[in-house]
């Protein structure tokens, strides 16, 4: 299956350092070990591609078609080969993954704390190569109270299910890069979206849609 660069890198996420103080006891800490491990190859290797676009695409990132227009064949072999080692990874990171869920179930905040439940999600997010395991994934975290899930966490799978199955998205997470804008992939409702939004804890669209485009390009968006 044919990847776009920006399908294949998606957002470079940051796990919040834990607090300061006591921390909770988790059933399985090697587990959530094993998790933040694989977590760091996901965005190492999204990070590579990050760091060679900086250096290789010229400055213009407003859209995949410039960024490809803008290089020669050795650069688009070495892109190409950035993103096939990145593909490498999200299939073995969802493979045990797969493995993780059938035995245990979704990792929960009790079972391997909370950075190890947002690394399960950030490589199930990932998994767009297997979207029936996407849904399955986002079917188990409805099913765990909301105190042992991130509920942002569940809008963003969520969206990226529906878009997989032919469907429109809720929360307008998922957008393309056109002409150095941030435009939302098709979406249900529109007029109530930043209500959707704020019941998961986040950002308004317009809001979120330009800090987006601004970690792409660089640039603020009007400018």
Not at 39 to 48: H, L, P, S, V, Y
Not at 140 to 154: A, G, N, S, T, V
Request: hydrophobic content about 40%; some cysteine; glycine content about 6%.
């Amino acid at each position: 299956m044919k990847r776009h660069v920006f399908a294949i890198v998606g957002l470079i996420f940051v796990v919040p350092a834990a607090a300061d103080g006591p921390k909770p006891k988790i059933k399985d800490p090697d587990l959530r070990a094993e998790l933040l491990r694989r977590m760091k190859a996901d965005q190492d290797a999204r990070g590579a591609i990050v760091e060679w676009m900086k250096q290789n695409a010229r400055g213009n990132l407003s859209s995949e078609a410039a960024i490809m227009a803008s290089l020669d064949a050795i650069q688009r072999a070495e892109l190409k080969r950035l993103g096939e080692l990145c593909h490498r990874v999200d299939e073995e990171n969802t493979r045990r993954l797969g493995q993780i869920v059938e035995r245990q179930g979704w990792p929960t905040f009790s079972l391997v704390g909370k950075d190890g439940a947002k690394a399960a999600w950030i490589l199930v997010q990932h998994a767009d190569h297997d979207p029936r395991f996407q849904r399955k994934c986002l079917d188990l975290m409805k099913k765990e109270p909301h105190d042992q899930i991130f509920r942002d966490d569940l809008a963003y799978l969520t969206d990226r299910v529906l878009l997989a199955e032919g469907k429109k998205q809720v929360y307008g997470t998922q957008f393309d890069l056109v002409d150095g804008k941030c435009r939302p992939r098709p979406l249900e409702d529109p007029a109530n979206v930043d209500r959707r939004r704020k019941d998961v804890g986040l950002s308004p669209l317009a809001e979120y849609l330009r800090d987006a485009e601004r970690a792409y390009t660089g640039t603020p968006s009007g400018k």
